[in-house]
């Protein structure tokens, strides 16, 4: 009993910490997001590299109305938190997401492949739900990496996450284009089914006037006698679409 009141007394400040600690860090663009005024037209999402494109060329955002949320050491599920706060709820029309690298290094611990796709695949995919664009960069080329010297095979590990992105992103463009087009050819057929009452209408209603002047419409072939002014015209049968 002695040794457990031990241990937990040993774990409770680490436990304490754990629980103090802004883990996705949430607070490092707070106060940038709410003094924002109007929409960024594009947010980029990243890692080091976007945190350091905006120190290096803070100008580069400003002048095209970008917004930098990238914070050096980040993992996809830091973001993946975060993304909500950084990204949706500023509005743009497009976010720029740049990661993956460091979940390689396993910066925050070991990590398949698959679940660093899975991070960046549900960041594109609330984004498109909030009506966003999402463009998912490929990770960029690295030999080793200088804090994690013992993770090997970087230059294979970094093609086959950037070849399941590509995959991804293709499949998603392809189920949009098939999309699209039976999108096209429903409204076509509507648009022909429209076409079709608008023209049923109109002979229908020029047979009533023909019928009111007591000329004559054969019912079984639905054509008129000959009119000098109007030509030859059917009534059609009746749609019904329900």
């Not at 996809?76 to 993304?83: A, E, K, P």
């Not at 991804?168 to 999309?179: C, E, M, T």
């Amino acid at each position: 009993m002695k040794k457990l009141i031990l241990l937990i007394a040993l774990a409770l400040p680490a436990l304490l910490t754990a629980q103090q600690r802004d883990w996705a860090n949430y607070g490092r663009y707070a106060e940038a997001n709410a003094q924002l005024t109007t929409p960024p037209a594009v947010v980029f999402m990243g890692n080091s590299i976007t945190d350091g494109w905006d120190n290096a060329h803070p100008e580069f955002f400003t002048a095209n109305n970008f917004a930098c949320r990238g914070i050096g050491g980040q993992v996809t599920g830091q973001m993946l938190c975060r993304f909500r706060a950084d990204v949706i709820n500023l509005h743009p029309q497009a976010v720029v997401i740049l990661a993956g690298t460091n979940d390689l290094a396993q910066n925050n611990g070991p990590i398949a492949t698959q679940h660093i796709v899975e991070n960046i695949i549900s960041m594109a995919e609330l984004a498109m739900a909030a009506g966003i664009r999402p463009i998912i960069c490929s990770v960029l080329p690295a030999g080793k990496y200088p804090w994690r010297t013992e993770i090997e095979s970087v230059p294979e590990k970094i093609r086959d996450l950037n070849a399941r992105l590509h995959r991804y992103a293709s499949d998603r463009d392809g189920r949009r284009r098939r999309l699209d087009a039976q999108r096209v050819h429903q409204r076509r057929r509507a648009s022909h089914a429209r076409r079709i009452r608008r023209h049923g209408a109109d002979r229908s209603a020029r047979a009533g006037a023909l019928l009111s002047r007591g000329r004559k419409v054969n019912p079984r072939f639905r054509q008129t006698e000959k009119s000098p002014s109007r030509g030859d015209f059917f009534i059609p049968e009746v749609v019904f679409h329900e």
